[in-house]
């Protein structure tokens, strides 16, 4: 109705037209038995083949070619981890990570996908290159590095590398940090100190972290 | 007092629709993707990136609606606005009897405008559209009697493919085929004008009465069938063509006035339309710069397809810009239409008889041209509060046959032009209230005494309240 155009009424007879017109649609929505794709690859080939069908017709559009992303809204995926990918996909189909725009975008992406399929994407994912780092204000990034090696002992805020690698690279259910949109390094950890998103573990470790400590440790890990 | 009572009114009726639709509030393509508005919309039906690859790919990403295994969702969804229409200045002098008349009826009071039924979803991961039905509850007859009507509202039904290359990370190319009934409601830019802005209008205001073909004066009217690529995210082609609405394409402009002399639109055989964008996205901007345009050949009569046609060429070149960030969004829009009317048909007729074929044009001209330029930028805060400002002009060549003559005697022009002011505020997505406000420099031709009985095109500027619900 955004051009609700102003009609007259007709001497033909539209009703019947436009019966026909909407049965034909209708029947085409009903006569349709094309099953949501299950995706039961059987062989390890197979899995990698239909990951990357999935990532590349769905994924790129928001997460970019082989998960390299553009836009800050959306985090890299190239060369994230495995796990960490199939935990946060398996997180978003039973709605249990739910901030706006997770719950916005990836609810009914993930929700479309089988334990195979989502296997099969992270799969994908996890085998791109990874991004190369961004450059950004060296001040910051150097204050950002001492944190992330060696935390804040005399406030109880551990070393990032110790779980997450000393080059930021992740290890399994812990992610990849390097080349990351500084952007969605900074609103994730906002998310889990403000218990948006929960990860009991993290949020132990940066409940006390600063919003200018969070600036410096993103743009790091945004670099690398 | 009677506005404080309008407003009190739109807030019941929002606050009465939120309660009863807030469990499932969401409409048909959002139930198909599991995906909110805002994943394609920045505010509909201004798409993101995102919708436009939906769209592109034929509104199949998701489920289909029905499968073997049962029904996934209903795929229909329910549109409804209401609102107040105020004019500056609603009286004017009927230049026949003297007598001060209305100039538009039910101003100032709160009307429901209208509701749509779309059936919209996914058939196959092939095939997808949206077929949209709409109530009008504030149209008038031809006559100008009042009474509420229903037709065929902007329709899109494509079948779509992809295709990438060896060792691509992103589709190489995306095609497909549509059928629809308004040009450039296929388009997936918000620059052109089937779903340019303003997005929702006054109902009942005073509007300019020239437009360039491709600019609304076809919508629901025409049958257009069409072939388009996407190549790499970066350059779309699209090839088009326009044909009448009947025999088995009527359904595309069921409801519509095909009977009466001035009724939809009858062209003669094909039309072609083409369309070239290259898009490019980086970081949260995005990126359209693209031209479009058709050759129209439109008989004057709607009802005589025994007489020469009428040549509309319009050729226009648009830009669009997006910055989509949380919290912030920033969008502008503009095109440029410039369209050659050739009368080929009505021009001799008016000069040998004195009048044209049937309720077609009697120019005085045998070409005349329009020139349209309209552009707008909005601003979005958390997609809630938002902003827009816009300018439109519409100028053409001087034709006492088409535009009268002025207080002088002066062959009549077609110049409009002014600004819009909209504020718009959405409490949930499928809910926005809009305060919007044109304001025109020229109004038909002039900006004083533009109709001969002294009426101003200031005395049109429009205030309009309206209330937006979808589910």
Redesign the interface.
């Known amino acids: 109705?955004?051009?609700?155009?102003?009609?007259?009424?007709?001497?033909?007879n539209?009703?019947l037209?436009?019966l026909?017109?909407?049965a034909?649609?209708?029947c085409?929505?009903?006569s349709?038995?094309?099953?949501?794709a299950q995706g039961t690859p059987a062989t390890d080939a197979d899995s990698i083949k239909a990951g990357a069908d999935k990532a590349?017709?769905?994924c790129?559009?928001?997460h970019g070619?082989?998960g390299v992303s553009?836009?800050?809204?959306f985090p890299v995926l190239a060369g994230q981890q495995h796990d960490y990918l199939v935990a946060q996909l398996e997180a978003f189909r039973a709605k249990t990570r739910a901030e706006?725009?997770a719950?916005?975008?990836m609810?009914?992406?993930a929700?479309?996908l089988d334990d195979r399929m989502i296997d099969a994407v992270a799969r994908y994912y996890a085998s791109q290159p990874p991004a190369p780092g961004r450059p950004g204000d060296p001040a910051l990034i150097e204050q950002g590095k001492q944190l992330f090696d060696k935390g804040v002992p005399g406030r109880g805020i551990p070393s990032c590398a110790t779980c997450h690698g000393a080059q930021a690279q992740g290890l399994a259910t812990f992610p990849r940090l390097a080349g990351q949109h500084a952007?969605y390094v900074r609103?994730q950890l906002e998310y889990i100190q403000g218990l948006v998103r929960n990860a009991p573990v993290m949020h132990g470790v940066v409940k006390d972290l600063t919003s200018a400590e969070i600036e410096a440790l993103a743009a790091y890990v945004q670099s690398l | 007092m009677k506005q404080a009572k309008a407003i009190l009114a739109i807030g019941l009726v929002v606050l009465s629709l939120v309660a009863a639709s807030a469990a499932h509030a969401v409409p048909a393509y959002a139930r198909q993707t599991g995906q909110e508005c805002i994943a394609c919309h920045v505010s509909f039906p201004e798409l993101t990136p995102y919708g436009r690859y939906f769209k592109l790919t034929g509104y199949t990403i998701g489920k289909p609606a029905i499968t073997s295994a049962g029904i996934n969702y209903m795929p229909f969804a329910l549109m409804a606005q209401a609102g107040v229409t105020s004019t500056r200045h609603n009286h004017t002098t009927d230049p026949d009897t003297g007598e001060t008349v209305e100039v538009t009826e039910k101003n100032n009071q709160f009307t429901f405008s209208g509701a749509s039924l779309f059936l919209a979803g996914k058939v196959t991961d092939y095939l997808g559209g949206f077929v949209q039905w709409t109530y009008d509850n504030l149209a008038t007859t031809g006559d100008g009697t009042p009474g509420g009507h229903s037709g065929i509202d902007n329709t899109d039904i494509r079948v779509v493919g992809r295709y990438s290359g060896p060792g691509a990370a992103e589709p190489d190319l995306i095609y497909g085929f549509t059928l629809h009934n308004n040009p450039t409601v296929q388009d997936v830019w918000n620059s052109t004008p089937a779903f340019g802005f303003p997005y929702t209008a006054a109902p009942l205001a005073n509007t300019p009465a020239a437009a360039t073909q491709i600019d609304g004066t076809l919508a629901q009217q025409v049958a257009g069938l069409g072939v388009y690529a996407f190549w790499k995210k970066t350059l779309y082609a699209e090839v088009s063509f326009y044909r009448t609405a009947d025999d088995a394409f009527s359904f595309l402009r069921a409801g519509q006035d095909t009977g009466t002399e001035g009724g939809v639109a009858a062209v003669k055989g094909y039309n072609p339309y083409w369309r070239l964008a290259y898009s490019h996205d980086y970081g949260p901007n995005s990126i359209m710069v693209g031209t479009y345009g058709m050759l129209v050949d439109r008989y004057p009569s709607n009802l005589d397809q025994s007489t020469p046609t009428d040549r509309f060429r319009d050729i226009a070149t648009d830009f669009q810009y997006q910055y989509i960030t949380d919290p912030h969004t920033f969008t502008a829009q503009a095109t440029y239409i410039y369209e050659k009317q050739s009368y080929k048909a009505s021009f001799p007729v008016t000069l040998s008889t004195g009048s044209g074929f049937g309720a077609g044009p009697t120019p005085a001209n045998p070409d005349d041209t329009l020139r349209t330029f309209k552009a707008k930028a909005t601003y979005y805060r958390e997609r809630k509060y938002g902003g827009t400002v816009a300018y439109f002009s519409t100028i053409g060549t001087s034709d006492a046959g088409l535009y009268g003559t002025d207080a002088e005697g002066n062959a009549g022009r077609p110049d409009s032009s002014g600004f819009i002011f909209e504020l718009d505020y959405l409490p949930v997505q499928y809910v926005r209230l809009m305060l919007q406000y044109t304001l025109y420099n020229k109004f038909n031709g002039a900006s004083t005494n533009y109709d001969g009985t002294g009426r101003n095109a200031r005395d049109n500027n429009t205030l309009f309240l309206n209330v937006w619900v979808a589910f």
């Open positions: 109705m955004d051009r609700m155009t102003p009609v007259k009424p007709t001497l033909a539209p009703c037209r436009l026909a017109g909407v034909a649609l209708a085409a929505f009903a349709a038995t094309v099953v949501i590349i017709n769905l790129s559009t928001c070619p082989r553009t836009s800050p809204e706006q725009i719950h916005d975008f609810w009914g992406i929700g479309g952007k609103k």
